[in-house]
Every structure is written in C-alpha cells, then in structure tokens.
C-alpha cells in the first residue's frame, strides 16, 4: 500500500523518506551528506540514527542546540507542565508569567538602554520586526546589508541576503543597498592585516552616499556572519559602522540568531562582548535551544513609533518555548557553559591551526568561542574554493561518527557549533575525527 513505508518496526526506511521528500517537498529541500541520516534520538552531545548509529553532533541542529539534546532539567519542566496540564498556546493577547520571565532575563543580558523585548517563532521573524520598527522610528525605508550576510527566510529577509542561491527571481530588493563584507581572509581591499585600515568598515559610508539618498532606516550586520561561512570581522570594525549608520539617521539591527545565547565564549549576548552601540538586538537558535522562538530586543524610544497600530504573533510568547529559552539562559548561567565555550573554542582553533600546518586544504581557521569556521582550499597561494572536498570531508566525518556543517557562498567553509556543554575530551575525539577524514580525502 502507499502510505505504508518499509523498514524495522519502528521507523521507515530512508529509501522510503528521500522518495517520499521528493514527492511532497519542495525541490529547494536540502539533505546533508551522499547517504542523508535519519537522526531519531538525542542527548547532551551526540544524535543516534534509526540503526542505532551514535554521532557527536558538531553542528548543534544547525546551531540550535545551546545547552545540549534533551536537557535533563528542560525535559523535567516540560514533562511537569504536560502532567499539571499547564496551558500549551495562549498568545500575547493573555497574561503568561514564562514570558514575562524570559523578557525579564534577556533585558538583564543586553547593553544598556536596551530594554523593550518581543517574542516571534523565528530569527527570520524578528529581523522582519526590527526593519518594521527602525523603517517606523526613522520615517525611511532603506536597510543596508552586507555582502555574504544571511538574516532569515522571510521575504524582507531574503531581501537583504548577500548570496545568489538564496535568492528567487520574485524577490523584492527594493529598498536594500550592499556594502562590502568584513571578510579578511579574502579581503575585498587586498589588505593584509598589518596594513588593514578598516577600508571594509568605511566602505558603508561609500554604499550610503552613493546607493541611497543619504538618509537610511538601518543597518543589519551578523557579529559573526553564518552562513557566510562564520567569517569574523576585525574587533574595531563595529565601532566605525556604528558611527557611519548613525550619522546617516540609521538604527543599527545587530543579528545574533546564530552568535547569541552564550556562544561565542565571552557574554550571553556577542553585541555586548564586543561594545557595539546597537539600536536592536535579534535572537533565535540556541536562545530557545532547540524549541521554535526568536527574540526582538529594542529600546523603548524606536519602539513608541509603533504606537497606535497592531502588531501581533500567534505564536510569539508561547508557555512551552518561553519557558524553555528562559530555563536554557538559566542552565547556561549555572553550568559555566559561556566559559565553556571559551576554552573548549580556543582548544579547537589550537587543533585546527596544528592541523593547518600538515594539511594543504586547511586556508583559513576562525570565529569566536564555539562558533568556528576552517575554509578548505584547492592551494593557499590562489585560494581556490574546495566545493567538492568539503563535501567528501563531511561525509567521511560522518561515517567515523562526526556531524559538521558547511557554509560560505561556495560551500567551502566547515561550520563547527557543538552544543556548549562538550568536553575537552569530546572536543579532542572530533579533532582526531577531522584529522583522520582530512588524510581520507587527501587532504
């Protein structure tokens, strides 16, 4: 019969999905590896395929998984509210004590006068309400974006995507204006680091003045750029395009849908590590570890331009995702894991660097805390992207029980965002993993 789908007892076989995956999603539906998982358990670290198969998951559900798979104290909440019957979906438009407690808990994370919070199911969602509110708090239109950014899959969102296979010939790319990316291993000013006087930084004031009319709603910057590829702009780059934006009359959107949460090693919230005068803060991923919440932080003066008209989420503020984002901010707190993140990054980049030194395809190692990138390239000299190695690589990690992910605009980039409780010596049986795969691939 049709429905029926063969395999064990308990899960169908993955012949069985992929055809079905065909049939019924749309054909931008996008499956890691040559021979695609079919992931059915989880905890702290590691996933376990229907086999049985376990794998130390390195990319944390795409940079979802904070805390770690099935927390022990989140899943005693959850399970506590489903046996107290606690209510499931109420909406905004009723009074819930777990979203007053999470908007709570971030606003004592954020800089300060940062003190207005908002609840969407989706970082895409609450980069779509930041650009309502700063087009609203500043009466223009345009938001400025960087080459190599990503900030969602909404229409406004993609609007403002800086790569060409996440555009559609539909979208609307009115009102947006690109400046150059902060990217120094392939800098767009042929800069060297010891010559670099922030040319990528000034370039927003050239995109300004010459793509605009000279007055702008926002700029939206990742501190640390995703799907680009996890590139790291220089420290002192945000402090001039804070500058630039806000002379222009411009509110400035700092997107940590991916670098939030405790990632990147050194506060809960990167914009605040690193000082950059942000208008509006955008949270999702690993704020709810796992669980299908973003976050819109602002300042009270932007959002009272929204007065008087209605803006409303079915399903912002949710009992079970806010209770879940706020509980995972506390674990985060009380398990050390910012720290965590820290050291056990630093112990990666010593890996991979060490690495760099015997393996041609290793060009470029970077990012903040657990939110690593290693861009792997034909030749270092004329730094060649490495589609196709990169793609054997992941595989060849996955078959020694290693889960990685890739990005950057060729898809060269390894992404590496474990969950921020693994342990040194998880964090040495990766590298250990990468370096065997790297010999595999002749690398």
């Excluded at 904070?66 to 506590?80: A, F, L, M, T, Y």
């Excluded at 919230?269 to 208008?279: F, N, S």
């Excluded at 995702?321 to 010593?350: C, F, H, P, S, Y």
């Amino acid at each position: 019969m049709r429905n029926q789908a063969p395999g064990n007892a308990s899960f169908p076989s993955n012949a069985f999905l992929i055809e079905r995956r065909k049939q019924h999603f749309l054909p931008t539906a996008h499956l890691y590896h040559e021979q695609p998982l079919h992931l059915v358990k989880a905890r702290g670290v590691h996933v376990w395929d229907e086999a049985g198969n376990r794998y130390l998951d390195a990319i944390g559900g795409i940079i979802c998984i904070s805390v770690g798979h099935n927390h022990p104290r989140i899943k005693q909440k959850i399970i506590e509210m489903i046996e107290s019957d606690q209510i499931q979906h109420t909406t905004l438009l009723y009074l819930s004590r777990f979203s007053v407690e999470l908007a709570e808990a971030l606003l004592a994370e954020a800089p300060e006068g940062i003190d207005r919070a908002s609840f969407t199911n989706s970082g895409s969602e609450a980069n779509e309400l930041a650009f309502m509110t700063a087009r609203h708090a500043t009466g223009e239109s345009i938001v400025v974006n960087l080459r190599h950014g990503y900030h969602g899959g909404t229409s406004g969102t993609l609007a403002q995507c800086g790569h060409h296979n996440w555009r559609f010939r539909a979208q609307p790319s009115a009102a947006t204006a690109s400046a150059l990316e902060p990217y120094c291993y392939r800098c767009p000013f042929k800069q060297k680091p010891e010559s670099c006087e922030l040319e990528c930084a000034k370039n927003v004031e050239t995109t300004i003045q010459t793509s605009t009319h000279g007055r702008i709603a926002a700029m939206i910057v990742e501190p640390v750029m995703g799907v680009g590829g996890f590139i790291t702009p220089p420290a002192d780059y945000f402090a001039e395009v804070t500058r630039i934006v806000h002379n222009y009359g411009g509110k400035y959107i700092s997107d940590e849908v991916q670098t939030g949460a405790g990632r990147c090693g050194g506060s809960y919230l990167l914009t605040r590590e690193l000082g950059i005068d942000a208008d509006m803060i955008t949270m999702a991923k690993g704020l709810g570890n796992g669980a299908a919440i973003g976050a819109a932080l602002m300042k009270t003066a932007d959002t009272e331009s929204l007065a008087g008209k209605l803006y409303f989420n079915t399903f912002g503020g949710d009992p079970y995702q806010t209770m879940q984002a706020r509980l995972a901010l506390e674990i985060i707190k009380e398990e050390n894991l910012i720290a965590n993140a820290r050291d056990m990054g630093q112990r990666v980049v010593d890996g991979l660097k060490q690495m760099q030194t015997h393996h041609a395809l290793i060009g470029d190692v970077r990012g903040r805390g657990l939110l690593l990138g290693m861009e792997l390239v034909e030749d270092k000299n004329t730094k060649v992207h490495a589609v196709k190695e990169t793609v054997a690589l992941m595989d060849r990690c996955k078959e020694k029980g290693l889960l990685l992910g890739h990005g950057g605009l060729y898809g060269n980039v390894l992404r590496i965002a474990p969950p921020l409780s693994i342990s040194a010596e998880q964090v040495d049986q990766m590298l250990d993993i990468i370096d065997r795969s790297l010999f595999d691939v002749g690398g």
